[in-house]
């Protein structure tokens, strides 16, 4: 009882329906603070914080509520992934200095940490530029994703003890301000082997440092989505910049083949993977729906879409997640309203399409959010003729209420 | 299959729990091999050594131009009977100002040592210099060794020497870039100098510092100079000018 009420977000917000048949969901809901959506990112919203922003819905159990609000910055997963993240990136940096301190005893301190902080900055990044397509490509790496923006800050800041440790150890003590000298000590830029990498390496912190700072889905929200996600894409400048930084800079000094070997695969990795996943993708927009009657379009058999989860099509440029769950067939936008998601690979969970990304829910026949989360999608009309679902390619008002189709005897048999 | 993972609950489904520990794995070994290989692969590392923290107190003769070097008595090669250390200060800066009131004179100052090689350097503690006598040593004399055409890498002494390492190449550049600019000895590194490394103070024709401006573009980069050598002590000048320094391919 009291699980069910610190359950999936129906406590204040219940869906208008009866969950407890839903129990292929079961595991989860033996679960406590479900509520506890992470709306606002942990790393810096304290507890403090975090109850300012929620304490919106005026509830009778808001003592119960606020006593959540503390678990949403740290809960269980996002600690286990920190600790991963903090244990492997110490490992990495222990293992380089012990070794290269014992391999070359002769090696100066600030040199080592410089190389370790700036390598592991750098395969970090790989590993966030991964994550993305890989869940694409196999669900089981979605745990990878939820917490990704952690990986993000890491690399940040990372990179950041790299460049200040590189700038105090090249730049200051001079006879120029550490920063100019930075900017103007070498600037061959005619000239490859020449090229003044350090610039290259500081453009690249500067972006990281702007992704890192507004990290917090409280810039999310202010920025509003399409200028976030344009300085997110800057995360492929910042790889761009940084190839160039390591090949223009070390591998113009450190010749072993292994190291021009290891940066050319680590490119090639991440190249490959998004290769991989756009494919993926182009085949959903590629397949055009032709039959066309009454203004609606022939979308898929209501058989192929397994129970609880959506069918994902293109219909005049967008793409629509096309849900089945208790008899019923309903269509929203597939792109989640947190971080441009692909809702269509989530699951619906007790009335609630829940976004494989972080989260996010939506009841599926408004495209809303369950109070008090106000994230609203469009909707998309829908019929069942013959076993196959039909949609109207003309998106609903965000949050417009569609009455979900029923999937008769005949369709729903499968 | 059917598993979906929801990051806020508090335990992952299984069997994702388990791919994802294998891929958790997977990654810590991969991180291990290359923190080893990274570690194992680094080729520019040089021997050299800055004794930093470990502060000395030494005694001799102040010969300040071209380039401020104190000359110590019965330490050092037979040949000469004397060592010859080459001074800079603190930071990104030469000793020029600190020394010229001492020239010829024989001082105690205190100081770090660095070295590389046969060479030593010492970085001067700002205002230790105390002046002990006023008598003089001889100089040693100055060999001629004649004209050479050499190729290898201008930098700047105090970081080739051992304050960094590496003190040359393409990433140490902007540093060495910086440490001439501010008054640190240019030298001239080279692997060949008749079939063996060798360290050169860079000097004008007449045995002069050479003017920054001049070579600054052309630091921590393979270049060749045509010019003449002159060994004094155990200390080797090449005498050049600006349009004998030229970049290698
Ligand atoms: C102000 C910004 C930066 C400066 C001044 C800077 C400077 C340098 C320098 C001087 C080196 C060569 C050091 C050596 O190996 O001896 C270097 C190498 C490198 N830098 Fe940076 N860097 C900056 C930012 C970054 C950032 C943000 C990253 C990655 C996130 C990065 C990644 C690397 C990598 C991977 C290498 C080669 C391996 C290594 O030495 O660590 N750098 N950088
Ligand atoms: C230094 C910090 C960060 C780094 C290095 C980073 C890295 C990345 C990368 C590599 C992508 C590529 C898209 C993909 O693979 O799907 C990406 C996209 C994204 N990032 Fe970040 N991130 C950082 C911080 C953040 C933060 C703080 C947030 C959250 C507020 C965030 C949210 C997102 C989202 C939603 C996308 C997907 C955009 C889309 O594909 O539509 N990132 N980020
Ligand atoms: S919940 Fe974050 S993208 Fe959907």
Not at chain 1, 101 to 111: H, I, K, M, R, S
Not at chain 1, 314 to 326: H, L, N, P, T
Not at chain 2, 126 to 134: A, E, Q, T
Request: hydrophobic residues 40%.
């Amino acid at each position: 009882m009291n699980l069910r009420k610190r359950g999936i977000r129906t406590d204040d917000s219940a869906p208008p329906q009866d969950p407890s048949p839903h129990f292929s969901s079961a595991r989860f809901v033996t679960s406590s603070a479900l509520s506890e959506r992470p709306r606002f990112s942990p790393f810096l919203a304290n507890a403090g914080k975090a109850a300012k922003f929620r304490r919106a819905p005026a509830s009778p159990r808001g003592n119960a509520m606020s006593h959540q609000y503390q678990a949403i910055g740290w809960n269980r997963q996002k600690r286990v992934y920190d600790v991963v993240v903090l244990t492997g990136v110490a490992l990495y940096i222990a293992l380089f200095i012990g070794f290269s301190a014992w391999l070359v005893p002769y090696a100066t301190a600030e040199t080592l940490i410089i190389r370790a902080a700036g390598s592991a900055a750098f395969l970090l990044l790989h590993v966030v530029l991964c994550i993305g397509p890989l869940c694409r490509l196999d669900s089981r790496f979605l745990p990878l994703l939820y917490n990704r923006r952690h990986l993000g800050v890491v690399t940040f800041l990372l990179g950041a003890a790299h460049g200040i440790f590189a700038v105090i150890q090249f730049h200051s003590l001079g006879d120029k301000d550490p920063l100019v000298s930075l900017l103007t000590s070498n600037q061959n830029f005619r000239s490859l082997p020449d090229f003044p990498f350090q610039q290259l390496g500081f453009l690249a912190l500067v972006i990281l440092f702007l992704m890192a700072a507004t990290s917090h889905d409280y810039w999310l929200r202010n920025l509003t989505p399409p200028i976030w996600k344009t300085l997110h894409m800057l995360v492929y400048v910042t790889y761009a910049l940084l190839i160039g930084h390591v090949t223009l800079g070390l591998l113009q000094s450190e010749t072993s083949p292994v190291l021009a070997v290891a940066t050319g695969a680590g490119f090639v990795t991440v190249l490959s993977l998004h290769l991989a996943a756009a494919s993926r993708e182009r085949a959903v927009d590629l397949n055009k729906l032709k039959t066309v009657t009454n203004g609606f379009v022939d979308a898929c058999s209501v058989e192929s879409i397994p129970e609880k989860c959506a069918a994902v099509v293109s219909v005049s440029g967008e793409r629509v997640a096309i849900f089945k769950f208790d008899g019923k067939i309903s269509a929203i936008s597939n792109v989640c309203r947190h971080q441009n998601g692909p809702l269509g690979e989530g699951r619906v969970i007790d009335g609630c399409v829940t976004c494989p990304w972080h989260g996010y829910q939506y009841l599926p026949e408004t495209g809303g959010s369950p109070p008090p989360f106000t994230e609203k999608v469009s909707t998309f009309q829908t019929k069942i003729v013959d076993g196959r679902v039909w949609i109207d390619p003309k998106p609903k008002a965000p949050g417009t209420r569609v009455e979900p189709s029923r999937i008769s005897d005949v369709g729903a048999r499968a | 299959m059917n598993e979906f993972y929801v990051g806020y609950l508090p335990k992952a489904p299984s069997g994702i729990a388990r791919c994802i520990r294998a891929v958790v794995v997977l990654l810590l070994i991969f991180a291990a091999i290359a923190a080893i290989v990274f570690a194992k692969v680094q080729r520019t590392l040089a021997p050299s050594v800055f004794e930093y923290g470990k502060l000395g107190t030494f005694e001799g003769t102040i010969e300040a131009s071209p380039y401020p070097i104190l000359i110590v008595a019965g330490a050092g090669s037979a040949e000469s009977g004397a060592s010859r250390y080459l001074l800079v200060a603190e930071g990104k800066h030469g000793a020029d100002s600190q020394v010229v009131a001492f020239a010829g004179k024989t001082v105690q100052l205190r100081g770090t040592r660095i070295y590389r090689d046969n060479q030593t350097m010492i970085e001067v503690v700002s205002g230790s210099i105390s002046l002990k006598r006023d008598s003089t040593r001889s100089q040693p004399p100055s060999q001629e060794l004649g004209i050479f055409e050499l190729a290898g890498e201008i930098v700047d002494s105090k970081c080739y020497l051992g304050v960094m390492n590496p003190g040359s190449g393409k990433v140490h550049r902007d540093c060495a870039v910086r440490c001439i600019s501010g008054g640190i000895p240019p030298v001239f590194a080279t692997n060949d100098f008749n079939g063996s490394p060798a360290i050169l103070l860079l000097t004008d024709l007449h045995q002069k510092p050479l003017p920054k401006e001049t070579f600054l573009k052309l630091v921590a980069q393979p270049v060749r100079i045509h010019g003449s050598v002159v060994k004094t002590g155990e200390t080797l000048y090449l005498k050049t000018g600006p349009s004998a320094i030229s970049p290698l391919p």
